[in-house]
């Protein structure tokens, strides 16, 4: 491109000049033209051809003039240049064309195998013209400067494209072999060092997809050589802890390649439209917390309500989709429902019948018939759904979630009795007098005990359960072994504490439990200056107490005013369920609330309560468990509650206070929290105080105790827990 430039640059250059020196040339001819005219015409008329001669050979000495001709009108040659009279003796047809027309001219003229530039003039006489003077200059000099002119047009040209090739290669070296160097090194030093690498892998946009995938796969390398160490550890020292690896390796012998499959209302990923991109995030939800990390270890087919806007838009046409995004590990099956069957299933009958039945937060439940025939349709939906996928497998493991499926059970065993069904209850049961007011007690419970196991959190629950059947249904409950037995099939019903994977068993975690993030900087980005930081973090949903936990905040900081000031309280909450009233509602609540308190105590730098409305990602939220001095769990009745033990996987520092309530699941195994009673304010004021005034050994040994607890207790043990028992249920009828 550049020779292409300075080629028609040097053509126009060398136009010009010729076109400069050409006019020059003829410039110069015609003044020496008109002088030697003077001497030339009066010798012509008086017909003086020796005298003419003289003249002739005097000027033809004259620099670059090449010689002098004259011819008399008949085109005779009268006299000339000596040396140019043998090539002149007839004039060229210019030469008589200019005595024709009376008019000078100059041309170019091949002279003895040479160029040269005649110019002609006419001469007069009296009655006209009388003949011509050409005179005949030497042009070479024209070709010599318009060779200069390419020379230096070469040179030019070379010393630029010498110029540029080194600018382009220390640019080169600079802009690519520098972040290729570091990226090298940041590599090398993962391959040999377990610490987070000290090199920064390179920002510029150009190496963006190359950083990601690198980043991505040095992160999934990492953690396998981490799970790889880890089981040679365990091997070693003989501990039982679980982990994916054991856990893949349990599943994978007990499953004997046949298939895994999970169904859930809520799904692990939801797209969703931003700014008309798709991005994809992770709901907030304790089932998806301790679900997702099973199926990445053991694989399989999750089957879900697509509930995104975005999911329809990344499916295949049997609305699957390989998740997770960035590494894909199983598989995602998307159920799709109309507005009306997610309002009856869902919003109706699910969470404003069977939540608030189940948990005890005095808010009552509504049964509506019409909600009752959506959530029969619904499940028949997902239980077809479920059968389509078992078509190429047989004897499938299925694990079923939740509330919102009471009836799938049933509906599956019927198709495919060979099917081992596990249901699992994320939530409390009741008791049975409770329940009982339940207009479909019967069908419900019948749906359930189509499951060859039944799971909760504790045995308590379990225990109503077993009751409630007992109280309910023409059945047999065996006691001893915890199991219904009806209609010629036996239901297991066993608790299984939920948990989560424990930091450092898991990519997640490890990656990021490095660098720890500073309390001062995080609540100084919400724009409060405080000592000490408490957290909680929800759905915020009736049951969870938070409007109990703020009134606890604001008598703690009237009864102990020296911590106006110090203490700030960062709430983030997750709206959920938002088309039902009480949800909506409670949001406007807890919003009044924060802000009354804010109000009564608040400073110019400073306020009690930060509350965060919105959905956290776990990377969002990480920082604050690691960083708070306390985190406050107040559920009025929670199931198992994940957030608890969130927090103190976190805190790999064995420092901070968890505040439990006594209503939750956690509660039975975190036995180092401050466990409290959320309806006693006072007891949770106090809490505050003594979490904020533990003593940092204190906070060690209930710390580090929780932590134990949770590290053999993690997701990987529940998954393996409740698989093993639904297979060795199958074991134990067929034998
Ligand atoms: O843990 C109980 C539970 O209902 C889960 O089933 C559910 O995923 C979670 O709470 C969040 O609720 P939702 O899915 O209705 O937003």
Not at 526 to 547: C, E, F, Q, S
């Amino acid at each position: 491109m550049i020779s292409v430039l300075v080629l028609l640059f040097t053509l126009v250059q060398v136009r010009q000049e010729k076109e400069r020196l050409t006019i020059d040339l003829q410039r110069r001819s015609a003044l020496l033209g008109e002088s030697l005219k003077e001497s030339i015409e009066p010798l012509l008329e008086k017909e003086r051809p020796e005298r003419l001669q003289k003249i002739v050979e005097k000027f033809g000495n004259r620099e670059r003039l090449a010689g002098v001709v004259v011819y008399d009108v008949k085109d005779k040659l009268i006299a000339a240049t000596p040396s140019l009279s043998a090539h002149l003796s007839d004039p060229p047809a210019f030469v008589t064309h200019t005595m024709n027309s009376d008019r000078e001219s100059g041309e170019f003229f091949q002279l003895g195998g040479k160029e040269m530039y005649l110019y002609t003039l006419p001469l007069h006489r009296e009655e006209g013209v009388a003949g011509a003077l050409v005179i005949i200059h030497d042009p070479s000099y024209i070709q010599e400067r318009l060779s200069l002119i390419w020379n230096d047009s070469f040179i030019r040209f070379l010393v630029n494209a010498f110029v540029i090739s080194l600018m382009t290669l220390l640019l080169i070296r600079w802009s690519m072999a520098g972040p290729i160097a570091k990226m090298a090194q940041w590599m090398k030093h993962l391959r040999t060092e377990k610490k987070k690498s000290p090199f920064r892998l390179p920002s510029a946009r150009i190496f963006e997809p190359l950083t990601r995938e690198v980043t991505q796969m040095a992160t999934s390398i990492s953690a396998a050589r981490e799970a790889a160490e880890e089981e040679a550890r365990l091997r070693n020292t003989a501990e039982s802890t679980w982990t994916p690896v054991r856990l893949k390796e349990q599943v994978c012998t007990l499953l004997r390649e046949r298939p895994l499959l999970v169904i859930s209302n809520r799904e692990p990923y939801m797209h969703e439209k931003k700014e008309k991109k798709i991005g994809c995030l992770v709901p907030a939800s304790g089932l998806v917390t301790a679900l997702e990390p099973v199926l990445k270890a053991c694989g399989g087919t999750w089957i879900a309500h697509g509930s995104g806007d975005a999911d329809r838009d990344v499916v295949d046409d049997q609305s699957k989709i390989r998740v997770p995004p960035e590494e894909p590990q199983y598989v995602l099956k998307r159920v799709w429902l109309t507005k009306e069957e997610e309002k009856g299933y869902y919003y109706g009958f699910s969470n404003e019948g069977f939540w608030p039945l189940c948990h005890v937060a005095h808010t009552r439940p509504s049964f509506r018939a019409e909600d009752w025939e959506y959530y029969q349709t619904v499940n028949k939906k997902f239980a077809e759904a479920t059968l389509e996928e078992l078509e190429e497998g047989g004897e499938p493991l299925i694990l079923i979630q939740d509330y919102h499926f009471a009836l799938l059970p049933r509906l599956i065993k019927e198709e495919r009795p060979d099917a081992r069904l596990a249901l699992f209850w994320h939530i409390p049961w009741p008791n049975s007098e409770s329940f009982s007011i339940c207009p479909w007690q019967r069908e419900i419970l019948h749906g359930m005990l189509g499951a060859d196991l039944i799971g909760f959190h504790t045995q308590f629950h379990c225990n109503n359960f077993l009751d409630t059947v007992d109280r309910t249904l023409e059945s047999r409950i065996d006691w001893e072994h915890f199991a219904v037995e009806r209609g010629g099939q036996s239901t297991l019903v066993k608790p299984f504490p939920i948990s989560i994977a424990f930091p450092g068993q898991t990519n997640a975690s490890t990656a990021n439990s490095a660098t720890r993030p500073n309390k001062e900087s995080l609540l100084k980005d919400l724009g409060v200056k405080a000592k000490h930081l408490g957290v909680g973090v929800d759905r915020i949903d009736y049951t969870k107490g938070i409007l109990e936990r703020f009134k606890a905040i604001e008598l703690f900081l009237g009864k102990y005013p020296a911590y106006q000031g110090e203490f700030t309280f960062v709430e983030l909450g997750a709206p959920s369920r938002i088309h039902i009233k009480e949800y909506h509602d409670l949001i406007s609540a807890v919003e009044i609330e924060a802000d009354r308190i804010n109000w009564r105590f608040k400073t110019k730098e400073w306020q009690p309560i930060v509350f965060l409305k919105k959905h956290h990602s776990h990377e969002e939220i990480r920082p604050f468990y690691e960083t708070s001095d306390l985190c406050m769990v107040t559920s009025l009745h929670d199931g198992m509650n994940l957030v608890a033990k969130e927090y103190v996987g976190a805190r790999n520092d064995e420092s901070g206070v968890l505040i439990l309530s006594q209503f939750t699941g956690a509660s039975r195994e975190l036995r180092d929290a401050l466990i409290v009673n959320p309806y006693d304010i006072e007891e949770m004021a106090e809490a505050i105080r003594t979490a904020l005034e533990m003593s940092v050994s204190e906070q060690k040994v209930r710390m580090q105790a929780m932590r134990e607890t949770l590290k053999n207790r993690n997701i990987y043990y529940w998954a393996a827990n409740l698989i093993t028992a639904l297979a060795q249920v199958r074991l134990e009828k067929t034998s």
